[in-house]
């Protein structure tokens, strides 16, 4: 490591010890020693402090706050609402990053490059740009020392777990944050993402209600990925505006095959589904965007999700137990195989019922919450489990885009949109299709 990194490294864990380790105190003093605290309030604290830097610390609270009681709940409705948006660099620094990617004459490779970024998050920040050719694009420039940033930030990361498991061993965090620090390093790694939008668009393609930009290899680095633009509305922009049922229900169809279709048929999930991550175009099509947080999985996990989805609708505790060791799973009693059942049970039960109905049918919201509340209760109960690291990314696309389809009220068959994905599923033949487009799209191999 550099010195430069180093001492990044150290600036950056100085800035966030001191919101983490006060949420350690103020945590260890309510259950410990009974002190009574504003959770909620330090919790409102520590999102605007994160909500002002730009390393994956935001990145990671959005993943925790889907894993079931990883986080105080607090402090997870909190994180939840982070949408990693931070200050752009100014036009002075953007030159000088840019001449560092693709050389001092690098405007004059483009007809045009805007000044103002159209968008800034946690990593990087996006220019509207247009080649020589005519082509619009959409320049992602990483800021400056991520490596130092993101490396800085697993520590604290790491810490920060470590004072919760003290404090309560219900979810046991070791490959949960294996998971998160490898899927956040791949996300700093720009010619990866490239490969990875390769890969969606090759699986994508006969998915007319979903568009992928397309990489400019000549106008990339591992630090500056260009693509071409999409044109379309952020989601919450067009709900605002009350669009007709069948709309919300094109959307919602959408999104659904643009993140199962990849999984299904591929073993790959798009592990970010949050609300910047998508658009709205005019006739109900979506466009799907940043590749950075990207899963391969074996064909074997595949089938057990199938199978406990099986399980689960059929009541086979037999199956279920098959199914959680294929997942990855380990020391399972039936004990806490039932607890476990209980989110699996609330995740598949719009899948079992073959009629149109929304993804959930009251209007309670905190019913997810309290779901998570039992499933921890009875974990605590039973000793305690530890998630394998598929589950992460897993659970967040299922809980993310579940929130999605509340806010659109759409009104699917999601049995049958499901049971169309798996009618001809087959291990053998997931496996093959996905190392043909894993080839074909030049996606390097995991870690």
């Not at 993943?63 to 752009?88: C, I, K, R």
């Not at 999409?230 to 009350?242: I, S, T, V, Y």
């Amino acid at each position: 490591m550099s010195g430069s990194n180093f001492f990044g490294e150290v600036r950056r864990f100085a800035r966030t010890s001191g919101a983490v380790g006060g949420i350690a105190a103020r945590v260890a003093g309510e259950r410990v020693f009974g002190i009574k605290t504003d959770r909620a309030a330090h919790a409102e604290d520590l999102k605007t402090i994160l909500g002002g830097l730009k390393g994956p610390l935001m990145k990671v609270a959005q993943f925790l706050s889907t894993v079931p009681d990883a986080l105080p709940a607090e402090y997870a409705a909190e994180l939840a609402q982070l949408q990693a948006n931070a200050p752009p660099m100014g036009w002075n620094f953007v030159r000088r990053r840019m001449a560092s990617e693709l050389g001092a004459n690098w405007q004059s490779r483009f007809a045009s490059f805007s000044q103002e970024a159209s968008a800034a998050a946690s990593l990087g920040q996006v220019h509207r740009a247009r080649l020589p050719d005519g082509t619009d694009v959409a320049c992602k420039l990483q800021y400056p020392d991520m490596p130092s940033t993101v490396e800085a930030d697993l520590r604290q990361l790491k810490l920060a777990m470590a004072v919760y498991h003290r404090m309560d061993n219900a979810i046991q965090q070791d490959e949960i944050y294996k998971e998160l620090r490898e899927r956040l390093r791949e996300e700093l790694e720009y010619l990866r993402e490239a490969a990875q939008m390769r890969l969606y668009g090759l699986m994508l393609k006969d998915q007319p209600g979903v568009h992928v930009p397309v990489p400019i290899a000549a106008f990339s680095t591992n630090r500056l990925l260009t693509m071409t633009w999409l044109d379309g509305r952020p989601l919450m922009q067009r709900l605002a505006e009350d669009p007709s049922q069948d709309e919300r229900n094109r959307i919602a169809e959408a999104l659904f095959r643009a993140w199962y279709v990849p999984f299904y048929r591929y073993g790959v999930i798009h592990g970010d589904p949050h609300l910047g991550n998508y658009q709205v175009r005019p006739d109900g099509s979506v466009n799907l965007l940043d590749f950075g947080a990207i899963r391969v999985f074996d064909s074997r996990f595949v089938s057990g999700v199938i199978e406990l989805f099986e399980a689960v609708r059929d009541n086979d505790d037999d199956r279920a137990y098959q199914a959680y060791a294929a997942w990855g799973f380990t020391d399972l009693t039936r004990e806490k195989m039932e607890v476990l059942n209980m989110w699996a049970r609330f995740l598949y039960e719009p899948l079992t019922q073959d009629r149109v109905r929304r993804i959930q049918e009251d209007d309670d919201v905190t019913f997810g919450r309290e779901v998570a509340e039992r499933v921890h209760a009875g974990l605590k109960r039973t000793g305690g489990v530890m998630p394998p690291r598929e589950f992460v990314l897993m659970d967040r696309s299922a809980i993310g885009l579940g929130g999605v389809f509340l806010r659109l009220k759409a009104e699917l068959n999601w049995g049958k949109l499901f049971q169309e994905l798996i009618a001809d599923f087959n291990e053998a033949a997931l496996a093959q299709r996905q190392a043909a487009a894993l080839a074909e799209a030049g996606v390097p191999s995991a870690r």
